[in-house]
């Protein structure tokens, strides 16, 4: 489990990505925002985290990634379309760190699907 | 413009608010994403901020807030149709808001405009 979750990126690759805006395309294209709140376990969450995003960016669709925690946690990854969404979704690694999430390391969260339809972008 | 910026909520309110995950109704509705990168510049940003999510959450339309700040900044606001969206976008004093963010507050900024088509929550 754990060398599975293990990231492989150093932390100051993730971090250096994470502070980011991605550039995506004109819409429309799809976005996840997923938000949650964290209990108290730790568990190796931080390296699920980002091998999490190492694992996303590596998926065909894939647009881009946001996230800021502070008393939220905020991660919103934009795909190219519905079936991209589906088969990250259905991810093997991930849906295990899914199951980890919903028992062990959110107390609450929210997933919501979106079609991006307009954007402005100033980076 | 300092008076009409000034936070009229003591900010333990608005941190509470802020650590929420809003239970927002069945899909569809809209999210506005808006994603930033500050500059050094403070006057009075912190007032500004808080103050835009007490008039948000007044507007016609309004369904929820979510915000969380480290590397980037991530606010998302949800609303019940794109005609509250248009309403809040050209509020007058979110306007002077939007006008100082991109003149000083942020040195990078993406806002997005979405159709949320389903949600799962676990709050």
Chains 1, 2 share one sequence.
Not at 54 to 65: C, K, P, V, W, Y
Not at 70 to 80: K, V
Request: glycine share 4%.
């Amino acid at each position: 489990m754990k060398d599975q979750l293990t990231a492989q990126n150093s932390k100051s690759k993730i971090e250096n990505r994470k502070s980011q805006i991605p550039a995506t395309p004109e819409p429309p294209y799809y976005a996840v925002i997923f938000t949650s709140v964290r209990t108290d376990v730790d568990d190796n969450y931080d390296d699920m985290a980002a091998r999490m995003v190492e694992l996303a960016s590596e998926q065909d669709g894939f647009l881009g990634i946001e996230h800021a925690r502070d008393n939220i946690g905020i991660t919103i990854s934009y795909w190219r379309d519905e079936e991209s969404i589906r088969r990250w979704k259905d991810h093997a690694e991930h849906r295990i760190a899914q199951r980890n999430g919903y028992e062990k390391w959110y107390s609450s969260f929210a997933t919501r699907v979106c079609k991006v339809e307009r954007q402005n972008l100033k980076l």
